[in-house]
């Protein structure tokens, strides 16, 4: 499977941005997807994942209310809605993707940069 991300942007702080992954060259529902993300000078991070059967969400504590991850198999497409935007959410954001067998993630896009200004 090969990922495509996108939406990232400019906002000020307390907007949102929906960031979108979408999937290619496999069968979608075959793999959880996962969000991270990296700020500069630091490690990637989690930020959110849905499983392959979207019923399952879990999410880092500092987004925890506000970025809502969810999936639509019809458009072999992922999303994280991201609310309240802080500036301290800048980073470079990748989405990530799990087979359902996979102790490791199969498949990573390329990232969208979000930069939120304060």
């Known amino acids: 499977v090969q990922l495509q991300a996108s939406g990232g942007g400019l906002v000020q702080a307390g907007g949102s941005l929906t960031l979108s992954c979408a999937a290619s060259?496999?069968?979608?529902?075959?793999?959880?997807i996962a969000w991270f993300r990296q700020a500069p000078g630091k490690e990637r991070e989690f930020v959110a994942t849905?499983?392959?059967?979207?019923?399952?969400?879990d999410y880092e504590d500092s987004v925890k209310g506000r970025f809502t991850v969810s999936r639509d198999d019809a458009r072999n497409t992922a999303y994280l809605q991201m609310n309240s935007l802080k500036p301290e959410d800048t980073a470079v954001y990748y989405c990530?993707?799990?087979?359902?067998?996979?102790?490791?993630?199969?498949?990573w896009g390329q990232g969208t940069q979000v930069t939120v200004s304060s």
């Open positions: 990530a993707a799990q087979g359902r067998e996979s102790t490791s993630f199969d498949a």
């Open positions: 060259g496999g069968t979608f529902t075959d793999y959880a």
């Open positions: 849905v499983t392959w059967t979207g019923l399952t969400t």
